[in-house]
């Protein structure tokens, strides 16, 4: 995905945000281009589909980070489903996370980031990228 696209997904899904600065949205931008970069060279280069709805949860990450502060709960045994090379991506997103915004993220979330991953690596397996 090109900066462009992940700018304008960033926009899109902003857009109605209460209490939000726009400036933010530089900040999430290049924070979804660093994890996209992150993942391509893991060998997980997202389409334009896998894409769009991985951003979006960036950017929803990033609203739960700091504006709402809501959480996710997920039944720790789905946990055990996730290969343990895409927990170790979730964890490094985690950090990347960490570094960009200075808050860590909890389990849920880097469980949530490496099904996407995972999500994506399957589309790449079956051939079926857009």
């Given at each position: 995905?090109?900066?462009?696209?992940?700018?304008?997904?960033?926009?899109?899904?902003?857009?109605?945000?209460?209490?939000?600065?726009?400036?933010?949205?530089?900040?999430?931008?290049?924070?979804?281009?660093?994890?996209?970069?992150?993942?391509?060279?893991?060998?997980?280069?997202?389409?334009?589909?896998?894409?769009?709805?991985?951003?979006?949860?960036l950017?929803?990450?990033?609203?739960?980070?700091?504006?709402?502060?809501?959480?996710?709960?997920?039944?720790?045994e789905l946990f055990e489903q996730v290969p343990s090379e895409l927990r170790d991506m979730g964890e490094e997103v985690g950090v990347i996370a960490e570094k960009r915004f200075g808050k860590k993220l909890d389990e849920n979330e880097k469980f949530l980031i490496a099904t996407h991953l995972g999500a994506m690596e399957e589309r790449i397996r079956q051939g079926v990228t857009d």
């Open positions: 995905m090109e900066k462009t696209d992940v700018e304008e997904i960033v926009s899109e899904r902003t857009a109605g945000w209460e209490k939000f600065d726009r400036r933010e949205n530089a900040r999430i931008s290049d924070f979804a281009m660093e994890v996209l970069e992150y993942s391509r060279q893991k060998g997980i280069e997202f389409d334009r589909s896998a894409g769009i709805t991985f951003v979006s949860h950017a929803t990450l990033y609203q739960r980070l700091f504006l709402t502060n809501e959480t996710v709960n997920i039944d720790p």
